[in-house]
């Protein structure tokens, strides 16, 4: 038996594979990702590029994996059915307020932040088991959830707010910033990236004193079929 290895899957963003951004969501006007201000032609865009994309992975996937093989996934998700969940948005939101601030001190232009999206989803676990299903190259074997501290490092003895929160908004910030630097430097430059994450940092820390939040995860064991 063949297995795959198991790695991260981000969205429109494969490991190994290419960023995608949706289509036809310039309207999506002070964010840089779904939000609770977003049109509801945004989120019907961000879900069709993600059935797309990962409908590939599987094509593909499927020509290298044997019959009976297995295949593991996490995904970084949501655990409601409703796009604008805190488990997606959360992060995103402060980080477009951050960008918006830097605009209105006239830093950055705020046309640049109504042009720029991620190429990111968090999918709904039912999102996920329809287009494995639909897809029809591999069968589930195990559907499963589990969530993390958005600090990985937080002290684990409070459950409801962090207790150092310029450490744990520098922690998260830097995370952050890994996945996304590339993505801003190529749309915003790079004199402004050291100062948008240590004010990204800083509201992270403040969310955090107050309200101590999780990334939800999905993990899928699938067999080639």
């Known amino acids: 038996m063949r297995i ?24 999506n006007k002070g964010n840089l990702y779904m939000g609770k201000t977003s049109p509801h032609n945004v989120f019907e865009a961000y879900l069709e590029q993600f ?38 948005c959360l992060v995103w939101e402060l980080l477009a307020k951050c960008l918006l601030d830097m605009a209105a001190e006239g830093l950055i232009e ?36 589990f969530e993390v501290n958005l600090d990985g ?30 993505l801003l430097v190529d749309h915003f430059g790079e004199e402004i990236i050291d100062d948008l994450f240590e004010r990204f940092a800083e509201r992270i820390g403040e969310h955090l004193s107050m309200e101590k939040t999780k990334n939800f995860n999905i993990l899928i064991s699938m067999e080639r079929k």
């Open 153 to 182: 490092n937080d002290n684990e003895e409070n459950k409801n707010y962090v207790f150092d929160k310029f450490t744990c908004g520098q922690n998260v910030s830097r995370c952050y910033r890994a996945i996304s630097e590339s």
């Open 51 to 88: 059935q797309s994309d990962f409908s590939l992975l599987l094509r593909s996937r499927a020509d290298e994996i044997k019959l009976g093989g297995q295949m593991i996934l996490t995904f970084i998700g949501r655990s409601i059915k409703d796009p604008t969940s805190r488990d997606c």
């Open 4 to 27: 795959s290895k198991p790695f991260q899957v981000y969205g429109g963003k494969f490991h190994g594979g290419g960023l995608k951004v949706p289509q036809g969501i310039n309207n």
């Open 110 to 145: 705020e046309a640049d932040i109504d042009t720029f999206n991620l190429p990111h989803y968090s999918p709904f676990i039912e999102e996920v088991k329809t287009i494995v299903e639909k897809e029809g190259s591999f069968v589930i074997d195990r559907l499963e959830t």
